[in-house]
């Protein structure tokens, strides 16, 4: 679970300019570093939910910058072992194929949300900044879910280039059955900065 804390953690660290001794938080907003900023637009949004689990829906606001799931679960999930997958793939701006930039194989799901429903500022920044609904643990109980205000920017890492980005998530149980998937593809634009 290091991978997901370095990834939800990754905005609490500085960013040192160079040999410069002055630093700076990604979180400043000078007009420079504005026009550097990535512009992120969520084409497309495609989600899977066995249907003989549960109901999965998905919307992308009008910005088209954020997104939200709703989730309607029909049978408890958990009683079996539990993996999820995450990657990320990329087809640079003028180019056709797209390639894989990483990729996590059998994360364990359930030890996954014991960790992150066990750290309060985890748990504060998920139910603020995503509006997720519940925090999730194993089983995971018959119910709703929903997760709101997911931004196409925390999905994808802070050094991009221009081009196409897939981002998928699946869930899949014991039985090797995939009961969950996500993809969003994102249009990415890399402002050049300016001289």
């Not at 679960?73 to 640079?92: D, H, M, V, W």
């Not at 056709?96 to 429903?117: H, K, N, P, Y």
């Not at 999730?136 to 991009?160: E, F, H, Q």
């Amino acid at each position: 679970m290091n991978f997901v804390r370095l990834a939800l953690f990754l905005a609490l660290f500085q960013i040192v300019n160079g040999n410069a001794t002055s630093s700076k938080s990604l979180w400043d907003d000078d007009e420079e570093e504005q026009s550097k900023k990535p512009i992120f637009r969520i084409h497309h949004i495609n989600i899977f939910g066995d249907s003989r689990y549960m109901k999965a829906l998905s919307y992308i606001d009008e910005s088209r910058t954020q997104f939200g799931l709703t989730v309607s679960l029909r049978e408890e999930l958990g009683s079996n072992f539990l993996t999820f997958n995450i990657k990320l793939r990329a087809r640079p701006a003028g180019r056709v194929i797209f390639v894989t930039l990483f990729q996590l194989r059998d994360l364990d799901l359930c030890g996954f949300f014991a960790e992150f429903s066990g750290n309060p500022l985890i748990k504060h920044f998920l139910q603020s900044e995503m509006q997720l609904s519940d925090i999730i643990a194993c089983p995971v109980r018959v119910g709703n879910y929903t997760l709101k205000n997911m931004s196409a920017k925390d999905v994808y890492p802070p050094i991009l280039q221009n081009g196409t980005y897939k981002f998928f998530v699946e869930v899949i149980e014991a039985t090797s059955e995939k009961v969950f998937a996500l993809q969003v593809t994102t249009e990415i634009h890399v402002p050049s900065a300016p001289e």
